[in-house]
């Protein structure tokens, strides 16, 4: 009995060997081949939207997916200012030369990844061309985006009046022919511009401003900054629709914008304290807590009525400089000492303005305020030119209009001026 099972066993062990064998020699049919990784990759991006600014006005443009898998470039007919991508995957990696996306949830299995300029209707890239990277641990996919960047814009004459070159004007949104022909007096107000920065940076001693930007969208009436960019946004309405002075008095704000950014006045506690102080709030406030702390105040916060400070409205440009409309020094710590940076400019007109018809008591307190600002602001900009170490022409020279303006409100007036002197603006906040 245990022999025949063992030649059994042997005859069952031969056998399968065989099959075996034989199954070895006969070919397989091999497993269809996925998709490419980087074309996988693709069939997971659900959608890609680009927002562009085309004759002027923003539009979201979705690309197709057979533009999508060409590997030519994605054209556009005007200038990127967005761009979105949804995907069902959240692992994605998204940059635009370097520049990351950010992502956030947008229903089930569903991601939104973003980047939009932080000035609204900036181009995302001033040259013609750009790059999105697109990538996971495994695959990467570059989308080439072809578009119309920027083109020069001359202001066809050197300020007299400046520290060096005027910087670089260029225009986002048509050709710079096109623009030229909606005006006659194009070259007069982008030379308002440019001297108007040149007048500051040459106070200063320091170059503020590279770039001046002139976006041609609908996006608003507008001159903007960037804390750390050394750039000014004009929106194309402003420049047509702004007198040439007051463009000038705009241009020189926004490049004080930049100096107040690269003194540092608005990180300073003191400063800080002082404006939450003028501006009214209580000393045991939520508000006056995140104005010393942070230096901003939330969107929403309640703000004093009638207890602000009338120096706020003084400095206002609008009040500061006969015939202009701008200025609102009361709205938040950076207005507040770019306003005063620019009274200080021309401390010519401040026994001028203080002698206009003011209740006695609204000038005594404006005064006062005035005098222990500069006190202060020259106390906290010599502390910084030892702890911080700004760039020292810049630091020296505000230094310098804060001590002299102090000296001035601290003297006696011999004279009283009379009311209709021209350099005398009519208040309208006071």
């Known amino acids: 009995m245990r022999f025949h099972s063992t030649v059994l066993a042997a005859r069952i062990f031969f056998l399968s060997l065989g099959v075996a064998l034989l199954w070895g020699a006969l070919p397989v049919a091999a497993t269809p081949p996925g998709p490419p990784a980087e074309e996988q990759l693709f069939q997971e991006t659900c959608e890609l939207y680009l927002h562009e600014v085309v004759d002027q006005k923003q539009r979201r443009t979705r690309i197709s997916e057979q533009a999508l898998n060409d590997p030519q470039a994605i054209a556009c ?22 520049r990351p996306f950010e992502v956030a949830p947008a229903g089930p299995e569903r991601y939104r990844y973003t980047l939009f300029p932080k000035i609204r209707g900036d181009a995302l890239c001033a040259g013609d061309g750009f790059d999105i990277q697109i990538q996971t641990a495994t695959a990467r996919r570059d989308l080439t985006i072809r578009h119309q960047g920027a083109r020069l814009l001359s202001p066809d004459r050197q300020p007299a009046d400046s520290l060096d070159a005027p910087p670089v004007f260029r225009l986002l949104g048509q050709s710079p022919e096109r623009f030229r ?26 170059r503020l401003v590279e770039h001046v930007d002139i976006l041609d969208v609908g996006a608003g ?7 750390g960019r050394h750039q000014i946004w004009f929106y194309a309405e402003t420049i047509w629709g ?24 608005t990180e300073r506690t003191a ?16 508000e006056r807590f995140a104005l010393v702390t942070s230096g901003r105040l939330n969107a929403h916060a309640n703000r004093p009525a009638s207890a602000a ?3 706020l409205a003084f400095i206002d440009e609008r009040n500061y400089f006969p015939g202009m409309t701008g200025g609102h020094a009361a709205d938040n710590l950076d207005e507040f000492c770019t306003s005063l940076l620019h009274a200080l400019l021309y401390a010519d007109r401040l026994e001028a303005n203080l002698q206009r018809r003011l209740a006695s008591e609204v000038k005594a307190q404006i005064t006062r305020d005035l005098a222990r600002t500069l006190d202060l602001f020259a106390e906290e900009i010599a502390d910084l030119g030892t702890r911080h170490s700004p760039p020292q022409p810049l630091n020296h ?23 209709s002197v021209p350099t005398a603006a009519t208040p309208s906040d006071l």
Do not use: W
């Open 77 to 98: 007919n005007g200038y990127v200012c967005g761009v979105e991508l949804f995907s069902a995957r959240g692992d994605l990696k998204i940059a635009l030369d370097g």
């Open 242 to 265: 702004e007198s040439i002075p007051e463009l000038r008095v705009m241009a020189e704000h926004e490049a004080l914008h930049l100096a107040v950014d690269e003194i540092g006045l």
């Open 309 to 311: 400070s009338p120096l």
């Open 271 to 286: 400063i800080r304290a002082l404006f939450a102080e003028l501006s009214g709030y209580d000393p045991l406030s939520l």
């Open 221 to 227: 009436d507008n001159a903007l900054t960037l804390r």
């Open 397 to 419: 020279a505000a230094a310098d209009l804060f001590r002299s303006a102090a000296q001035m409100i601290n003297r006696p007036s011999p004279v009283v001026l009379d009311d």
């Open 181 to 206: 022909a909606r005006g006659r007096d194009l070259t007069e107000r982008l030379a308002a511009v440019a001297e108007g920065i040149g007048y500051v940076e040459k106070r200063f001693g320091a």
